[in-house]
């Protein structure tokens, strides 16, 4: 199985900053990647696809980027809206077990 | 626009079979485009996927469930489901039934729902 690691598990931003995310794949997944982002309560949302591309009504501030075993989303101005928990997914199997923006 | 409910008992006995089904509404289950998965997530930590079917019935498990899930769908119903057997505690989880666009990433979730096992 393809495990997938991400980096790091907590962050503590302030708004305005420039956050990564890192996200590893044991082996390579080229680029079969998407990012999803969880507030308390509710489902997932996709974020990004196919490790670059980002959703229809997803803000541009967030991108990713990357391919084979290394992957990075990032928020370019993070928003009091971006607080939440971040996930990679290698495509229809596992997660990555998540980032946690929380507020300073 | 797609809407995707899950339902069934929120608690389950220790050994016994969860049973969930999803109901697909303003869209085709039949769609070629799309696989249809369930996705879980204990209280408090993170995502993990459970499996997938197409319209046809094929289907793709997590290997470390495997054993345990069955995943169907009835396109007349417009409705997926799945069953995880011998369930103990460490199947308490909200479950979230899932549209994986072209069988690759979600692009819709349910809203979940929570199943507790437990005596």
């Known amino acids: 199985d393809i495990q997938m690691t991400q980096s790091p598990s907590t962050l503590s931003p302030s708004v305005g900053d420039r956050v990564t995310i890192t996200c590893r794949a044991s082996q390579s997944i080229g680029n079969w990647l998407a990012w999803y982002q969880q507030k308390p309560g509710k489902a997932p949302k996709l974020l990004i696809y196919?490790?670059?591309n980002l959703e229809s009504g997803v803000p541009v501030r967030f991108s990713g980027s990357g391919s084979g075993t290394e992957f990075t989303l990032t928020i370019s101005s993070l928003q009091p809206d971006d607080f939440a928990t971040y996930y990679c997914q290698q495509y229809n199997s596992s997660f990555g077990q998540g980032t946690r923006l929380e507020i300073k | 626009q797609l809407q995707l409910q899950e339902s069934g008992p929120g608690l389950v006995k220790p050994s016994e079979t969860l049973s969930l089904t999803c109901t697909v509404s303003g869209g085709s289950i039949s769609s070629s485009s799309y696989y249809w998965g369930w996705i879980r997530q204990p209280p408090g930590k993170g995502l993990e996927w459970i499996g997938n079917?197409?319209?046809?019935?094929?289907?793709y498990y997590n290997p470390s469930l495997k054993s345990r899930v069955t995943i169907s769908v009835d396109t007349s119903k417009t409705q997926f489901s799945l069953k995880l057997s011998s369930v103990t505690a460490a199947d308490t989880a909200v479950y979230y039934c899932a549209r994986l666009s072209h069988g690759d990433y979600v692009d819709y979730w349910g809203q979940g729902t929570l199943v507790t096992v437990s005596s």
């Open positions: 196919k490790a670059s």
């Open positions: 079917i197409y319209y046809s019935g094929s289907t």
